[in-house]
């Protein structure tokens, strides 16, 4: 573990002060739980609380923690009510269980640290947290003065997320440099930029219904969703088998036989990456020229509807979007589009569900705009076991209202996240409205998980950027680039509150921050006070009083202290959310400006973009099998999420490695024509990078796409050097990082490559 | 409860192969990497664009006849009266016959112990009234644990054994499978974290 028991023992004095309160706990088929009064004082004694684990995968389930002599000794998940298919216990994945192994990997980082070597080459040496602070403050202090606060960059990563107050995700690092006056902020997400932007064109907001809703729907179409794999809202992956059992119909449509496909399909439809509007367009073509569709609904509800059948029938481009015209372009027989579109437009409730991936390409926001507009076609939308084709990644639960910590005041400019290498790399002179010359990564692995990772290399090795610092728990491969690397301690480690799906957690600190680590806020509140607005920052308020101020807001915490020994107050998940019940059933306009579902859009007309129709149509990807880059990369490229890690987190984790390989997803056809044999190492490669990795030569995944999930390490033979081979299956090496043309999104499914033997 | 054999119920149809009962398993028995007293294994079969694959999730089966207990030189292995088959680690001496002998293989050897090690039910939760780990982790719902005879007679399409698994006349596991249609079909391979074996 790297600390001996010896030390968490001198620790377990501190812990006096600390928010070690006695759960009080109804336990039904639950563990022991002694007091921590009693425990904690003793030695030997096994205590046990309660926690959330706060993570960015979609779920947010119930973490125990079993605690002795101040080390955690092993997990629980949540067993403080007994279980309900209609509220279930919020458990936890393997993950959660694997956490433990987390807190106390080898590679924590345990004292801050200066660089020595250069940029990226992981070299540092021990400095001690006051001169970690100065250093920090001078720097600040220096380039505000030199070049203005937008010069100062807010890398704010998911590593911390949906809690109270140590939220790292649009939450600390914005609040500290607006308070220090400005700084250049992101926007957007890598998750969900494109339809971020573009599906309330469509709905007008993002509204999410609740996963029981399910539980009435008779047909399902998984497009691109993953819930076997991707939370997607704890128990998400449950509700969904209960739709089964209910007799629900699944079509699950990926280029991969996911385990979703695997465990829920009754057809798999494999799809090229990247033509999923054509196959939508397809399917709107078979319902409309057989009028199959909702009239009434379509009439009713929404606007724009013949602009678009013109598109579908092809009276505006002489194309009519026949099964036939896009079964060359998506890989799926007309047969089976005819046949789905023919099934989502006669059996009702139905729900086109969508995950993130389709809208993580070239144009993504078409994909965003198209789902809603098939679902419309249908009448699915507002109604109870419906759905409107929302792509997410979580679905929808009963909120308590709790208000987040304030924000005061404006960043100096604002970016969609996913542009900071060419941001870096460019400044004013590549049309930004910013030159950055420093950067504060927070909770962020932004290196490893943006696109085109070698680019990101020379963007932090850029003269330009005169300071990098970095917050982290692990050496990462972000971290190995920063010149000020702070050791951040875990969730386990400070008090807090989560917002778990269904429920509010209050998060006790449960052992103490290990080696010197400390939170986010609390380097902030030092560094704050060295250019004198820590009464701003803290607003002379201690971290208790500002979780109990923010409690207060909820509708469903208790008073603050009966809440710290409860733990975990919960709503009720079986009262379903539908997203546009109001609108469908009682009349409320849709928040959009004609009040109804724009299928086409006169903002988006008004915008005059020509990549940016008004109605979502099939446009071709630049890197796809069309592009004459095709010739020499002849594979689609995709790196969808793994169970095993969310994003980049715990791949540092053996237990989670070792439940699979992390490997090439490569079609057996595909594998043979280059001799390519189930275990080989391989080189996958384009202009961008080469990646070695073994290859898993299955069936799951169709000929001419290979899949490599994302967030793995990324592991360089020459570290610090850009184009170095990556030996650990970093997929971004290989990924594009230029922006869908609309929202300025990510677009990292659309990439192309070749893969040979090594 | 005493007299009678408990044992696990695995909804092989539920099943999503999260691994979130093998981690927890993991957790709860503080095992290092290589032993995985609890696994899901992905059984994989059929052709693109036709393929299939289930996970069975599974640990030691608590069989009416262990041959573990029998080819223990030592006497490491004891049954108790419910059922469960208990490895006593403090008397293994490493020979690993264990390991070879059981046709589940749910006895393996720790190299960072030098002995073997496997599931024991998790006898020290379920003598306190409570559910074994992975059962309690399982995300589906898709485990249970309790007397052989209530879970078959709560599932009754419930099979002791599948046609990827060995003969359970070896044993006679104290198991039961909710079966799904592609259980019937041949598989290709039968994937075992990073190991994967042709069939």
Redesign the interface.
Known sequence: MGVSRRTFLAWSGLLGGAALVAPSLGLS????VETAAEAAGEEGKEAAYYTACARNCGSKCILKAYVKDGVIT????D?AVA?D?NN?QL????R???Y?KRVYAPDRLKYPMKRVGKRGEGKFERISWDEAFDLYAQWLKEVKAQFGPGAIYCMDGSGSIDLALHSTWRQLGPRFFRMYGGGTEQTLSYSSGARTVATPYTLGNLANSSAPTFRQTKLMLMWGWNP??NGMGT?T??FL?QAKERGCKVYVIDPR?T??A??YADV?V?LKPGTDVAMMSAMAWVIINEKLQDQGFVEKYTEGWQEWFDYITGKEDGQPKTPEWAEPITGVQANLIRQMAREYAAVKPAALVMGLGPQRTAYGEQVARCGPSLAALTGNIGILGGYHALMNWMMAFPSDGMKTLPMPGKPTAALPCNQWPDLFLKGKSGGYPVDIHMAVATGANYLNQGGNLNKAITALQNEGLKYFVVHEQFMTPTAKFADLLLPINSLFERMDIAHANGAAVFMPQIIPSLYESKSDWEIMTQVARRLGFEQEWTGGKTEEAWLKELAATSKLIPDWETFKKQQIVRLDLATPIVAFKEQVQDGKPFPTPSGKIEISSKRIKEANNPKMPAVPKYIADWESPGDPLAQKYPLQFIAPHS?QRVHSAFHNV????????HALWI???DAASRGIQ??DTIRIFNDRGEVHIIAWV??????GVVALTEGAWYDPEEPGKPGSIDRAGCANVLTSDRPTPFAGATSQHTCLVQVARR | MANKQLGFFINVERCIGCHACEVACKDKNDLEVGPRWRRVRIVEGGAYPKPFAYSISMACNHCKDPICVKVCPVGAYTKREDGLVIHDQSRCIGCRYCTFACPYAAPQFDESKGKAGKCSGCHDLVDKGQEPICVQACILRALEFGPLEELQQKHPGAVQSLPVLPDPKVTDPSVRLQPRPEVNSRPARIVDGHRTRQV
Not at chain 1, 29 to 32: A, D, F, K, N, V
Not at chain 1, 74 to 77: A, E, L, Q
Not at chain 1, 91 to 94: A, G, T, V
């Open positions: 088929g639950g563990g022991l092993r997990m629980g998940s067993d279980d298919p279930p458990r936890m994945c393997l959660g269980w694997s433990r076997a794999e128990n992956a449950y088998r036989f385990d979703t695997a465990s798999w494999p169970k053996p237990w989670v490695r070792e439940v699979e390989p079609n057996p056809v189930n275990d299955t069936e799951r995944i169709m000929p």
